[in-house]
């Protein structure tokens, strides 16, 4: 699926969605990883009710809700947004019917509540429904006493959006990530709405802090994660805003940079992913001459 799609689900066809199937990844006891179509969905269950990161779209609800099911049958009482993109909170308004509070970031109930224009892919994205937008904000954390965990949530500033929150299972030891973690690939990084590769690599180092060789780690899309994939994908990024320093610094333009092909050591491991390497690399120019303005 593209990127234009993540953001516009609109843009994808029904059959698209009858044909997923939502696969369930023990990422501890009491949590799981739903994976379907677009961002992952991470779950904790037990004696209170369900703890939901993210809903994907819409029109994925009713498989979703079968997937917690195979689990437990409480409801799903909390959603928390890691961020505003529609692959992630298309369910929204499903999943608050049905008597969730949402809660997100207030940068990101500030973006979902009005329309938005993504720059980088010339897309408009219409705000959100009443319904569908986060009851309850935070500006630099939360935490939630759940199913004997302290669920800890924290924002990150300016890394794939400006509203990205971080989700730190204590117990459990496992952190979801959202957006500001795409697992075996290049991210997209959201520029146009407060994102940018410092931001993101600052996250990779605030997360690796907490991580521990058994900490599992749920990114916004690819395989379930841990501490040492998360640190290869910070000194990829590192390593590529590193290169596009230095042809700032000589002067390159941005169709001269990205012609020069700074990723090409690491397309072999990188690439095949939702963004292209030269998608990727104009996006860590437009982040850093943003910056610098």
């Known amino acids: ?9 609109g843009a994808i066809p029904q059959e698209e969605f009858d044909a997923i199937k939502i696969e369930i990844h023990e990422a501890a006891p009491g949590v799981l990883m739903l994976v379907g179509q677009g961002g992952n969905i991470g779950i904790s269950y037990g004696e209170d009710s369900v703890f939901m990161v ?7 609800t009713e498989k ?7 689990r437990t049958d409480k409801p799903v009482q909390v959603v928390l947004n890691t961020h505003w993109h529609g692959d992630h909170v298309g369910g929204n308004g499903n999943f608050s019917a049905r008597g969730a509070l949402i809660v997100a970031h207030e940068r990101a109930h500030a973006r979902l509540s009005i329309d938005q224009f993504v720059g980088a892919f010339g897309q408009k994205i219409p705000a959100a429904p009443e319904e569908a937008l ?26 794939h ?28 990084i959201d520029v146009d709405t407060g994102g940018s590769v410092d931001g993101m690599i600052a996250v990779a180092d605030a997360v690796l802090a907490r991580c521990d060789k058994n900490t599992k780690v749920i990114p916004g899309h690819g395989p379930l994660s841990n501490q040492s994939e998360l640190q290869a994908y910070r000194e990829m990024m590192a390593t590529v805003r590193g ?3 230095r042809l700032i610094g000589v002067g390159r333009s941005r169709e001269e940079f990205i012609a020069a092909k700074p990723t090409a050591a690491l397309d072999a491991v990188w690439d095949g992913g939702v963004l292209d390497p030269d998608t990727y690399v104009g996006h860590i120019y437009d982040s850093l001459t943003k910056t610098s303005e």
């Open 64 to 70: 979703i809700l079968a997937a917690i099911r195979t």
């Open 54 to 60: 993210d809903t994907q779209f819409g029109q994925l």
């Open 243 to 245: 290169a596009v320093t």
């Open 1 to 9: 699926m593209s990127v234009l799609n993540f953001l516009a689900p």
């Open 134 to 159: 986060p009851v309850i904000t935070f500006k630099e954390n939360i935490s939630f006493n759940w199913n004997r965990d302290i669920i800890e949530v924290f924002h990150a500033p300016e890394a």
């Open 161 to 188: 959006t400006d509203g990205d929150a971080i989700v730190h299972f204590h117990k459990a030891n496992v952190i979801h990530m959202g957006d500001t973690y795409f697992n075996g690939m290049y991210p997209f």
